[in-house]
């Protein structure tokens, strides 16, 4: 089945610069990559997905970048401000595997004034 | 005018109770999982219903028992609840045929003593 390493596990980041998360996936039939961020005390939220028809897509201060070649993804926040601080998980699925989502363990940033 | 609800959102007891999880979304999604988040955060599918159909069913012990009464309502009712129980599960929905996106609820806390 698919397995989603995801790196780093935690990320301090000063207001203002850039955070980066990767993620690779096994499963070269994987073609859909969402990120999702969770808040405190919260659900997982989608933020920016992208699918394996395209390289990158981008969303105001976010930005994801996907190399079906080497199997990687990465997910790119620029200007961080301190609300940005939360739990992002990445997650690769197949298409017609009626949304069977694998994530990645996920990566605590913390972004600080 | 929530779109994924739980409740309850904290749920403590002993080991050996037994104890149910009620999810509801008003998306109008045709399907719905459910989803284990452990202390080190990691999610893990647990099972999915498309229109009150059991589509998915991870290697889940089987004192747990998904119900879907239709395709709005997902619950899951936990037997014989053990200490390893402990964890916020999630439910989810995702409109069929679409986009992949799934909603998550805002969880339940689950702690078994």
């Known amino acids: 089945g698919e397995n989603v390493e995801q790196h780093p596990s935690t990320l301090s980041v000063q207001e203002g610069d850039s955070a980066v998360i990767k993620c690779t996936y096994s499963?070269?039939?994987?073609?859909?990559f969402p990120w999702y961020k969770q808040e405190l005390g919260k659900g997982p939220q989608l933020i920016i997905d992208?699918?394996?028809?395209?390289g990158e897509k981008k969303d105001q201060r976010i930005a994801v970048t996907l190399n079906k070649t080497a199997k990687h993804f990465s997910l790119h926040i620029t200007e961080t401000q301190p609300e940005d601080s939360a739990v992002y998980f990445c997650a690769a699925s197949i298409r017609g595997s009626w949304g069977k989502l694998q994530f990645g363990a996920g990566t605590q940033v913390v972004v600080t004034p | 005018d929530t779109a994924v609800s739980q409740t309850p959102k904290y749920l403590v007891t002993q080991m050996g109770n037994d104890k149910s999880i009620k999810c509801e979304q008003n998306?109008?999604?045709?399907?719905m999982y459910w989803y284990k988040q452990d202390s080190k955060k990691f999610l893990k599918i647990m099972f999915s219903?498309?229109?009150?159909?059991?589509?998915i069913n991870e290697t889940v012990p089987n004192r747990f028992s998904p119900k879907s009464p239709d395709k709005a309502h997902l619950n899951l009712h936990i037997n014989s609840l053990e200490l390893g129980d402990s964890a916020v599960y999630f439910c989810?929905?995702?409109?069929?045929?679409?986009?992949?996106?799934?909603?998550f609820g805002p969880g339940t806390r689950l702690t078994v003593t």
């Open positions: 992208i699918r394996s028809n395209v």
């Open positions: 998306l109008g999604h045709d399907t």
């Open positions: 989810a929905s995702e409109p069929q045929g679409r986009s992949y996106e799934q909603y």
């Open positions: 219903y498309n229109n009150k159909e059991l589509i």
């Open positions: 499963d070269s039939a994987s073609n859909y």
